[in-house]
């Protein structure tokens, strides 16, 4: 751990919360921090302004300006023009003609298409190379995702930045996040979270039964499988039902002047892909899958990327220590695809092999809740939704749901976005 640190601080010149929260999984912290200096720090196709620019960007869309920060700070430092940080339109028109990728990406990735591509490609003036975009998409996606994060775990801005909180290592007895879960506002103080405490008898009820759930679905699942017909069935029935999962709490966040500047279009947000009637195609992962196509892809036009992303997902994927709450030796794995597969679900990404009838066996309402807000809406997530879900779970165990969120995100983000740079080059 304190080699990660050291190494994290030599790279980034400083201790970001993100990497004090992360740390709970150094194996994937590990990958992570990698895979974030490659893309920012090492040769690429990208000038380094442009890079900081992007995630700016990015981190923006999402009102995210713990992350904004962050990285105007990082874009100065390697020379990049503060004219630029007065808007997007005083940015060259080359990053402004990213700024409907961006959006699409952040929102609705299911709409990108061949032409848009098409555009960002051909256009006369201003255009950019293949190598190019794979790299800005990356980031795009990167930084889309790694709100969600921020949100997702109520991560406040460091000490010696605006509104910032000081860390206080999780105690012993206690694995409490501290000043860093801070929620939604930052303000409000976090006292220890009942997780240390005497668990109640409903919460570790929650934890029992959601371990007796799983028994039965494998028992199931080796006795009798479901047809191809009652599979897409399922699947069709639970991407329409996340349509009517939202936050109760689902207030309006006006985004700032300081952080909106960064983007245009600020009234374009997510929205459900079968409302107003519009209906999308189901993406068939056999027909358009990261292990068959998107590595090669991005590892033929931005080597060593595709490799880097890869480790990362399969991590976070099959990260377990075999424990859930109080309980040990336990095999994680189905929870585990039911929270990426959902995820999936949602962006209408179906597997042909996953039995989508598990999802609403295994995630109960207010984890829904939890995942689309940190998804999809991110900056409305609340404490309130963190505190909700899995009652009786460490909150490095909350942590680790949030490491899949991320990484489902970003790789939905990507298949859609790879899917129409191939159609383009075919």
Same mark, same amino acid.
């Given at each position: 751990? =304190? ?13 970001? $919360?993100?990497? &004090? ?15 974030? =200096?490659?893309?920012? %720090?090492?040769?690429?196709? &990208? ?33 990049? @023009? ?7 339109? $005083?940015?060259? /028109?080359?990053? /402004?003609?990213?700024? #409907? ?17 098409? /555009? ?11 190598? !190019? ?8 996606? *990167? ?18 930045? #605006? ?16 000043? +860093? ?24 009820? !929650?934890?029992?039964? &959601? ?6 679905? %494998? ?8 047809? %191809? !017909? ?5 699947? !069709?029935? #639970? ?22 500047? *960064? ?15 519009? *209906? ?30 890869? #480790? ?9 220590? $075999? ?5 040990? @030796? ?12 959902? +995820? =999936? ?9 996953? @039995? ?30 963190? @505190? ?6 460490? =909150? ?5 749901? $949030? ?7 970003? %790789? ?15």
């Amino acid at each position: 751990m =304190h080699t990660l640190f050291a190494d994290s601080f030599a790279t980034l010149g400083r201790l970001d $919360n993100v990497t &004090l929260v992360m740390v709970f999984h150094p194996q994937y912290l590990e990958s992570f921090l990698k895979t974030q =200096h490659y893309l920012l %720090q090492m040769d690429g196709p &990208l000038p380094l302004h442009y890079r900081h620019y992007i995630g700016i960007m990015a981190a923006a869309r999402h009102q995210c300006s713990y992350l904004v920060n962050l990285h105007v700070n990082d874009f100065l430092h390697v020379g990049g @023009d503060p004219k630029w940080l007065n808007g997007l339109e $005083n940015a060259p /028109q080359k990053l /402004q003609n990213l700024g #409907e990728l961006n959006k699409m990406l952040a929102h609705r990735p299911w709409l990108i298409t061949k032409e848009h591509i098409e /555009q960002l490609l051909k256009t006369e003036e201003n255009s950019w190379s293949l190598a !190019e975009l794979i790299h800005a998409v990356v980031l795009l996606t *990167h930084y889309h995702s790694l709100a969600s994060f921020t949100f997702g775990c109520g991560i406040s801005p460091e000490i010696d930045c #605006e509104g910032g909180h000081t860390f206080r290592p999780p105690s012993i007895s206690n694995y409490c996040i501290c000043d +860093i879960t801070n929620g939604y506002h930052g303000v409000e103080e976090i006292h220890a979270s009942p997780t240390g405490s005497i668990p109640s008898t409903e919460s570790v009820c !929650e934890v029992e039964a &959601l371990m007796e759930k799983m028994k039965q679905l %494998q028992e199931c699942r080796d006795e009798e499988e479901a047809s %191809q !017909e009652e599979m897409a069935t399922r699947f !069709e029935r #639970e991407k329409r039902e996340s349509m009517f999962v939202c936050s109760s709490e689902d207030e309006e966040s006006a985004a700032t002047r300081d952080v909106s500047r *960064h983007f245009e279009d600020t009234s374009y947000g997510y929205k459900d892909f079968s409302r107003h009637g519009m *209906h999308v195609p189901t993406f068939r992962v056999q027909d358009y899958s990261w292990e068959d196509h998107g590595y090669s892809l991005v590892n033929r036009l931005y080597p060593d990327v595709g490799q880097l992303l890869d #480790e990362k997902f399969h991590i976070a994927y099959n990260l377990t220590y $075999n424990t859930m709450a109080m309980h040990k @030796d336990v095999d994680t794995s189905m929870l585990r695809r039911a929270i990426w597969n959902y +995820i =999936h679900c949602m962006f209408g990404i179906r597997y042909d092999d996953y @039995d989508y009838g598990e999802i609403n066996q295994l995630l109960d309402r207010s984890f829904k809740v939890y995942i689309k807000t940190v998804v999809c809406t991110p900056e409305k997530t609340t404490k309130r939704m963190y @505190d909700s879900f899995w009652r009786q779970f460490e =909150h490095s165990e909350k942590v680790h749901v $949030n490491l899949l969120l991320v990484e489902a995100r970003m %790789q939905a983000e990507l298949l859609y976005a790879l899917r129409a740079i191939t159609r383009y080059m075919t």
